[in-house]
C-alpha cells in the first residue's frame, strides 16, 4: 500500500499551492491531510469520508484550505490559499477505513510527506 503525495515547494506568503495524494494497493473510505512543523507535534488539517461526503477542516485553515478528491481513484487534493509562514511543514497524506478522525494515531496508512516552506 502506498500514499504518493506530491506538490509541497517554497512559495511566498499569500500565495498558493496545490497538494496531490494518489493511493496504490486497495481503496479507502477516508482520506486527509496531516502536517508536522519542525518542533510541534503532528496535526490534523483536513479528512474526508467518501460515504458521508462531509469535510472537516482544522480551525487554522477554514477558508484558505481546500478538500477535493475522487473516491473512485482513491486520491485526495489539498488546494491551499493565502498562505502563511505558519504554514510551513512536512505535510502527510492518509488514508485508512475508519471514520475520518482529527487524531493521527486513528489513520493506518500514512504517505511520505511532502515539503511546504513559506516565506516571509
Known amino acids: 500500500v502506498q500514499l504518493q503525495a506530491s506538490g509541497g515547494g517554497l512559495v511566498q506568503a499569500g500565495g498558493s499551492l496545490r497538494l496531490s495524494c494518489a493511493a496504490s494497493?486497495?481503496?479507502?473510505?477516508?482520506m486527509g491531510w496531516f502536517r508536522q512543523a519542525p518542533g510541534k507535534e503532528r496535526e490534523f488539517v483536513a479528512g474526508?469520508?467518501?460515504?458521508?461526503?462531509?469535510?472537516k477542516y482544522a480551525d487554522f485553515v477554514k477558508g484558505r484550505f481546500t478538500l477535493s478528491g475522487d473516491s473512485a481513484r482513491n486520491t485526495v487534493n489539498l488546494q491551499m490559499s493565502s498562505l502563511k509562514p505558519e504554514d510551513t511543514a512536512v505535510y502527510y497524506c492518509?488514508?485508512?477505513?475508519?471514520?475520518?478522525?482529527?487524531?493521527?494515531?486513528?489513520?493506518?496508512?500514512w504517505g511520505q510527506g511532502t515539503q511546504v516552506t513559506v516565506s516571509s
Open positions: 492518509v488514508g485508512d477505513n475508519k471514520w475520518s478522525s482529527r487524531v493521527p494515531t486513528v489513520w493506518d496508512y
Open positions: 494497493g486497495r481503496t479507502f473510505s477516508s
Open positions: 474526508i469520508t467518501w460515504g458521508d461526503g462531509i469535510t
